[in-house]
């Protein structure tokens, strides 16, 4: 047998014997297994990680309970009556020197665009009816008609005396109209 049989009985004897059976152990006898963590796991199939914390956020989102709380306050503002009395208009409209069609079309000009800027309260002075033709103040009662027929339109009164008495009137928006 020369040396070129003898390599050719190892090479066959190579190919018989399986990979793992030539594979070399550094471990110590009985030693587990090291576990592969999440981050190990991530590394390997090329992920970043993420955040558990930032994930669970990113999902469900964040609840403002401060916020929560101070619209369920300003609501009840709404309903008090002081506080309506004693909130400063958005908007001011003054109809004086208007005759009846004329203020009921600049009424309803104001009030759409009014609801369209989101406004919440609204002045709308029209004077006494002391200059008025006739005995009967004339913009008046138009007015709170108008306030009455228009669906866009709530709470109204009259402001202090310092603010028009009752030659002006407020007037709420109601918030189905802003939205």
């Known amino acids: ?9 190892w090479d066959q004897k ?8 030539n594979q070399v152990s550094h471990k110590k006898a009985n030693a587990p297994e090291k576990k592969l963590t999440y981050d190990d796991l991530m590394e ?5 990680r993420i955040n558990p914390m930032d994930m ?4 469900f989102g964040v609840v403002d309970k401060d916020k929560i709380n101070e619209s369920i306050q300003k609501q009840a503002q709404f309903h008090d009556i002081d506080y309506l009395k004693k909130m400063p208009p958005d908007a001011t409209i003054d109809l004086h020197q208007l005759t009846k069609d004329e203020a009921w079309s600049r009424l309803n000009h104001f009030v759409t665009d009014c609801v369209s800027r989101g406004f919440r309260k609204i002045l709308i002075i029209h004077g006494k009816g002391i200059h008025s ?3 009967d103040p004339v913009l008046g009662p138009a ?4 306030i009455e ?5 709530g709470t109204s009164g009259h402001p202090d005396r310092n603010h028009g008495g009752n030659g002006a009137t407020w007037v709420l928006i109601k918030d189905s109209a802003r939205n």
Do not use: C, H, T, Y
């Not at 047998?1 to 009985?9: A, K, P, R, S, Y």
């Not at 190579?14 to 059976?21: H, L, R, T, Y």
């Not at 390997?44 to 970043?48: A, E, L, T, W």
């Open 14 to 21: 190579q190919k018989k014997i399986p990979a793992k059976q």
């Open 44 to 48: 390997q199939q090329g992920r970043i």
């Open 133 to 135: 033709n006739g005995s």
């Open 143 to 146: 007015v709170r008609l108008f």
């Open 56 to 59: 669970w956020l990113n999902r």
């Open 1 to 9: 047998m020369d040396f070129g049989d003898i390599l050719e009985q």
């Open 149 to 153: 027929q228009d669906k866009r339109l």
